[in-house]
């Protein structure tokens, strides 16, 4: 992951993660503000988002679930309302199996992609 540039000459590079509630979106989240990135979350899941805000800060987590039509678009509008630029996507949204595989339909499967 490069640096972000100088932030003597310029702003903060700013990032939206998708799914930057728990799991990979998280850590990407924490690993791109740990690296002087500006960082907003989508979390769809409400007591996520108050965590999240908790540690990134109400401006910068955004609510919504993102298989409504026209969800996306409204996240990104708000991140660069807020920020003015919007440099990077993290896209780390999507269903998950946690069951194994012997336990497991193609409708399982159909679900993830």
């Not at 989240?29 to 988002?49: F, I, P, Q």
């Not at 497991?104 to 679900?111: I, L, M, Q």
Request: charged share 25%.
């Amino acid at each position: 992951m490069d640096a972000p540039d100088d932030p003597g000459t310029n702003p903060p590079r700013v990032c939206l993660v998708l799914g930057g509630g728990q799991g990979i979106g998280r850590g990407a989240a924490d690993a791109l503000r740990a690296s002087g990135w500006t960082v907003h979350v989508n979390v769809r899941n409400e007591s996520k988002r108050r965590d999240a805000a908790a540690v990134f800060g109400e401006a910068f987590v955004h609510g919504g679930d993102l298989t409504v039509p026209g969800a996306a678009a409204d996240v990104v509008a708000a991140v660069r309302e807020r920020a003015g630029r919007l440099d990077s996507v993290v896209h780390a949204v999507g269903p998950y199996m946690t069951a194994p595989f012997s336990e497991t339909e193609p409708d399982d499967f159909r679900r993830m992609w």
